[in-house]
Nanobody, 115 residues
Framework: QVQLVESGGGLVQPGGSLRLSCAASGNTRSIYLMGWYRQAPGKQRELVATITSSSRTNYADSVKGRFTISRDNAKKTVYLQMDSLKPEDTAIYYC?????????WGQGTQVTVSS
């Protein structure tokens, strides 16, 4: 089992920045893939970015060049640096990790981009 605790969401003006964190605990040695997803009101949950244990990254086209995913394997933590935020980035952001072919989700953190 893997437990995930997210932090860092909040309200920010358009053009601003936020940094999300997701700390894993439990059976973390088996974690391979870490990532962020988001779900806006009335929309399906979508991939934002992922990072493998060898730090290979993948981004949704909508966030390329604005968001940066990283991980600290010693701290069992994945980060999402979000810059140049837009109103359409408003959503609940969920951390997701894959360990031994099982997926684990965080509880979600709200990000609101509004003036």
């Amino acid at each position: 089992q893997v437990q995930l605790v997210e932090s860092g969401g909040g309200l920010v003006q358009p053009g601003g920045s936020l940094r999300l964190s997701c700390a894993a605990s439990g059976n973390t040695r088996s974690i391979y893939l870490m990532g962020w997803y988001r779900q806006a009101p009335g929309k399906q949950r979508e991939l934002v970015a992922t990072i493998t244990s060898s730090s290979r990254t993948n981004y949704a086209d909508s966030v390329k060049g604005r968001f940066t995913i990283s991980r600290d394997n010693a701290k069992k933590t994945v980060y999402l640096q979000m810059d140049s935020l837009k109103p359409e980035d408003t959503a609940i952001y969920y951390c997701r990790v894959t360990a031994l072919s099982l997926a684990y989700w965080g509880q979600g953190t709200q990000v609101t981009v509004s003036s």
